[in-house]
């Protein structure tokens, strides 16, 4: 049987839409176990198709249930975090990483470099922090010695299917674990795979889970592979790989003039990519310093928004070829705007046509994304923010240690209310599921929460 055949085979016994929702329906039932590690898979895939599926209690990927930092309606956020609202839950000591939390129903997925030469993931209970399982391998590497100051440990954020946990490690492997023990499923080496340079960055693109398959930017190239096998379905988008590959930015998918594509940012370009094929459906140049194009892109409608150091900030009106006669799909791209602001390495979170951006030097501001025009900027804060957006609020985890609450004006800058939650760094993207904010910095683990969780409530009814 061929790959294709393979392939087609597992496609074919994928559930109906119908029987997804009657699925999630039953997971929505109260009772005891109100979720299980199980049903996570079902709940990411169908996200864009069920409206009503409730993510708010996991966070299985980077920037969460959705990929764009945005989190349920339910429960509501306080308006402070800096008058005992916000408590400490549990805290566990590890060893660097830069690897946000996944946060499934029961336990949390972290990873670290321990002594400079070995990556370790563990799942953690997400009742006290305790360890359920612990898997390891081979996997320091030394970066360029301008990038020294920001660490030799691993980067990317993981991805959980339910069923499987990938882990990128930093000499551009990625390793399958069983989620429930922790078991090695497979490994592949794409330096070893494709002959490609060892990046020099290490593995930074944070995996992309969808249906049967994962979506890397490794081995000098955007690849599909078998989540089930690790096999390689297409591989596009080649570059030269070390120093002068090494992408960045993460992969994502949407449906843009009404095409469903990935769209990659790699350190030259951005493209959307068909789902099936690999076949490149529009391409852009993007000026970076040093092919610095970091943050992931943002969808908004049928434009697509992106921001690089050294560069520039730009939004792309994307259309859908209407020639009839063309064999190929084919989009025409326009440049709607652009202004001087560069982004870095924090994605910025949209909200009611304003994007909401950390900047290279450190400062805050609102784009209005229909003009490009800069609503307000701050004076500077730390390095680095991850964002996470909830209706009109937004928690920013500076990498200095603090976190903030902000409520999303294009009129001004509003700080609702502030905390200093660590000494150390924080420079992994923070967690926030139901009631529960989870923050790693580079010494460990921190679980706040405030209020009660959704389960408690059913319970106390």
Not at 331 to 357: C, F
Not at 409 to 436: M, T
């Amino acid at each position: 049987m061929s790959e294709r055949q393979i392939v087609g085979c597992v496609e074919s016994s994928r559930p109906t839409k119908i029987e997804q929702v009657q699925r999630i329906g039953e997971f929505l039932k109260p009772r005891p176990a109100l979720r299980t590690l199980a049903v996570i898979a079902l709940l990411a895939a169908t996200a864009s198709q069920v409206v009503a599926a409730d993510l708010s209690g996991v966070w299985p990927q980077w920037r969460g249930p959705s990929r764009d930092g945005q989190v349920a309606a339910s429960p509501v956020w306080p308006q402070r975090i800096d008058d005992g609202t916000l408590k400490k839950k549990w805290r566990v000591e590890l060893a660097p990483s830069y690897s946000g939390p996944i946060v499934a129903a029961d336990r949390v997925f972290v990873t670290e470099t321990r002594g400079k030469k070995t990556e370790v993931v563990q799942a953690l209970s997400r009742d006290d922090g305790k360890v359920l399982w612990t898997a390891e391998w081979p996997g320091a590497m030394s970066v360029p010695f301008f990038a020294w100051e920001n660490g030799e440990w691993i980067r990317a954020t993981p991805a959980l299917d339910g069923e499987s946990l990938f882990v990128a490690g930093m000499r551009d492997v990625l390793v399958c674990l069983d989620a429930s023990n922790g078991k090695e499923r497979w490994r592949v080496d794409f330096v070893e795979r494709f002959k490609s340079a060892l990046p020099s960055f290490g593995f930074v693109s944070s995996p992309l889970v969808d249906g049967d398959h994962v979506y890397v930017q490794a081995g000098a190239a955007f690849v599909k592979v078998n989540k089930r096998t690790g096999e390689t379905i297409w591989r596009v988008l080649q570059d030269k790989g070390g120093m002068n590959g090494s992408a960045f930015s993460s992969p994502i998918k949407a449906t843009i003039a009404g095409q469903s594509q990935f769209v990659v940012q790699t350190r030259e370009r951005l493209v959307g990519v068909d789902n099936n094929s690999g076949q490149e459906l529009w391409s852009q140049n993007i000026e970076a310093f040093r092919g610095m194009n970091i943050l992931t892109p943002v969808i908004v409608g049928d434009a697509v928004f992106t921001s690089t150091y050294g560069g520039k900030s730009w939004l792309f009106d994307l259309v859908k070829s209407s020639d009839a006669s063309s064999t190929t799909k084919s989009y025409s791209l326009t440049e709607r705007w652009q202004n001087k602001t560069q982004g870095y390495m924090s994605t910025p979170v949209v909200i009611d046509g304003h994007a909401y951006l950390h900047l290279r030097n450190q400062r805050f501001t609102c784009i209005d994304l229909a003009t490009g025009r800069e609503c307000w900027t701050t004076q500077p804060f730390g390095k680095y923010w991850s964002l996470v957006a909830q209706g009109r609020q937004i928690l920013a985890l500076d990498e200095r240690g603090d976190l903030l609450l902000i409520n999303a004006n294009p009129g001004k800058f509003e700080l609702l209310s502030q905390r200093h939650i660590s000494d150390s760094p924080a420079w992994a993207h923070l967690a926030v599921c139901d009631n529960e904010v989870f923050i790693r910095d580079l010494k460990g683990l921190t679980v706040y929460r405030w209020g009660a969780t959704p389960s408690e409530k059913v319970a106390a009814e």
